[in-house]
Each structure stands twice: as C-alpha cells, then as structure tokens.
C-alpha cells in the first residue's frame, strides 16, 4: 500500500478519538480551515490542492452515467462515535459488515459514516439543514463519498436510532449492544446524483475521492437536528474553488 493510501485508510478507519490526526484542527479561528495546512505538513493538500471537497453545484452537465447500486444491509452497531468533531459510525470489520456500493464495475465497501449541520455540500448557492457522508474504499484504496442531503420534514428512524445512543462528549468507539443499524435508512429511493472528483473535507483533504451528491434529500426531524447541533451547531468546510473542474450529472 502506497504512503498515500495509508493516510486514506487512516483517516477511513480510526482507532479511537483523533487517532487519524495527529495535529489537533478546527473549523474555526486560528486553527479553522483556511489556516489547516500551516498546521502540518501532512495537510498541505488542504489548502494547495485544486480539486478540493465540498462545492457549490451550479452547473452540472446531464450525461451517461452508470446508476449507483447499494447493498446495505442490516448489522450491530459496534464502532458508533463522538471524534470531536461530528457523530461517526465506523465499520472496522468490513468486507463482514457486508455493505458495498457498486458503480459500473468498481465495487467499493462502506467504511464509515458521519453527519454535518448544515450540509457542506451547496446545490445553486444554498447548502441543506445537514448532509450524511458515507463513506467507500475499493480494494484499490480508491475512495468513494456518498452525500445524502438532509432537510427538515418528518423524523428519520435510523437517525433516531442513532441519536439514541450517541456520546455527548469525544471519546473512544462504543459498542451498543442489542442495537442493529441498516445504513440503506439513510437513503432516498431515487438515486440519481451528481458527480465530480474532489477530497476528503477534513484533514489531510487527500485528494482522488469520487464524490455523487444525491439529488433527492432525506427528511430529518427539527428535534433530530436540534439534538445534533447541541453537540456541533456548525462542523462544515467553507465551498471549495471548482478550478475546471466539470460537474456532471446522471440522467
């Protein structure tokens, strides 16, 4: 495995709370994310990369793209989080948890998911009440993110479920028993997106990541994002430079 893909899969699959980050970050003030790659040399793509993570999607062009398939199925919760910095399910024993996204012929599994109030992601200037990451690593370490936009509407049970148990405050990986979690709750039937080729949104913002934002958003109840910005009231990296680069989007 390249140096590069070690610094993907660590910061895919932690082991416990900043466990991927060795220097401590913010999204705000002096450490914030316009200052991330003064505060080391690892996160230097951060600030000098030119195909950056999140964007404003304005002008996608309608092309020939293969549908996402998802085989999400239900599993325990055993690695549910508070890293500091948003609420994480990870997903250490993947191939075994079993949940894969396939596009065209690249099968790639789920490695974690997590939340963002509001959403990173902007569609025609405007972002979301939250988004949802999930998560994807080929065999070929090549990383795959799904956004799923939230809106507030009515409750959504596997969030529920999550919020029922999530820590209050950072700590190490929790493993709650007698609770399964099917990821597939979290997203809408129709799955046409769009996609472009951007990074991770965090430190160190390695770039290479294949992003499809999902056109249609979820619902998320007001109670349900006031539960979560109790806890993180803002955790998103400003909209990125596009640099060129072409949106396109699925028919």
């Not at 993907?8 to 709370?17: R, S």
């Not at 079993?98 to 902007?122: A, C, K």
């Not at 996609?195 to 998320?220: H, N, Q, R």
């Amino acid at each position: 495995m390249t140096f590069a893909l070690l610094v993907v899969a660590a910061v895919l699959v932690p082991a416990g709370p900043h466990a991927q980050w060795k220097t401590r970050w913010s999204y705000e003030g002096p450490t914030g994310a316009e200052h991330w790659s003064e505060l080391d040399p690892d996160y230097a793509a951060c600030n000098a990369g030119k195909e950056q993570s999140p964007i404003d999607i304005q002008n996608a062009e309608k092309a020939e793209l293969p549908a996402l398939r998802f085989e999400y199925k239900s599993g325990p919760l055993k690695y549910l989080i508070n890293n500091g910095y948003t609420i994480r399910v990870n997903y250490h024993d993947a191939p075994e948890s079993g949940n894969f996204l396939i596009v065209g012929d690249q099968r790639y599994q789920l490695t974690q998911f997590h939340f963002h109030r509001p959403s990173e992601e902007y569609i025609h200037g405007k972002p979301y009440d939250m988004v949802v990451h999930l998560m994807h690593q080929a065999s070929d370490g090549k990383v795959a993110a799904v956004a799923v936009l939230l809106k507030a509407g009515g409750a959504n049970a596997t969030i529920q479920q999550l919020w029922e148990h999530m820590p209050k405050t950072e700590g190490k990986e929790q493993e709650i028993a007698g609770v399964e979690v099917n990821p597939a709750g979290l997203l809408p039937r129709d799955t046409s997106y769009y996609t472009y080729m951007g990074s991770l949104t965090a430190p160190p913002c390695s770039e290479g990541v294949t992003w499809f934002v999902l056109k249609t958003p979820m619902d998320i109840s007001a109670e349900e994002i006031s539960a979560f910005a109790k806890l993180y009231p803002h955790d998103v990296r400003p909209p990125q430079p596009l640099n060129g680069r072409v949106v396109k989007q699925s028919q």
